[in-house]
Nanobody, 123 residues
């Protein structure tokens, strides 16, 4: 069973950048499609981005297209979320998730989750 640990969150100003990392252990990350989700206070968990097992296919929610980039380094068992031009509405706890086979946008289809990392964007 894979374990996931996120890092890289923090407090930034609007327009700044952050790079989140998700380190996988307990299994080869290349066996898992990966996703990033976020949850703001009082809101449901929202899909942000996902990536196929080999990194050849990605998907994004419309609100982050052109600003966020998901990538992975399977040699390091790590998935990244580069976030540029951050906005206050990006404020949330960001979670990475893993599932075997194909990546999807549905949180319910990911059985493995990290503990989350807080991203706060001030205006």
């Amino acid at each position: 069973q894979v374990q996931l640990v996120e890092s890289g969150g923090g407090l930034v100003h609007a327009g700044d950048s952050l790079r989140l990392s998700c380190a996988a252990s307990g299994g080869s990350s290349s066996s898992y499609a990966m996703g990033w989700f976020r949850q703001a206070p009082g809101k449901e968990r929202e899909f942000v981005a996902s990536i196929s097992r080999r990194g050849s296919d990605t998907a994004y929610v419309d609100s982050v297209k052109g600003r966020f980039t998901i990538s992975r380094d399977n040699a390091k068992n790590t998935v990244y979320l580069q976030m540029n031009s951050l906005k206050p509405e990006d404020t949330a706890v960001y979670y990475c998730a893993a599932r075997r086979v194909v990546h999807t946008t549905s949180a319910d289809e990911y059985p493995y989750w990290g503990q989350g990392t807080q991203v706060t964007v001030s205006s």
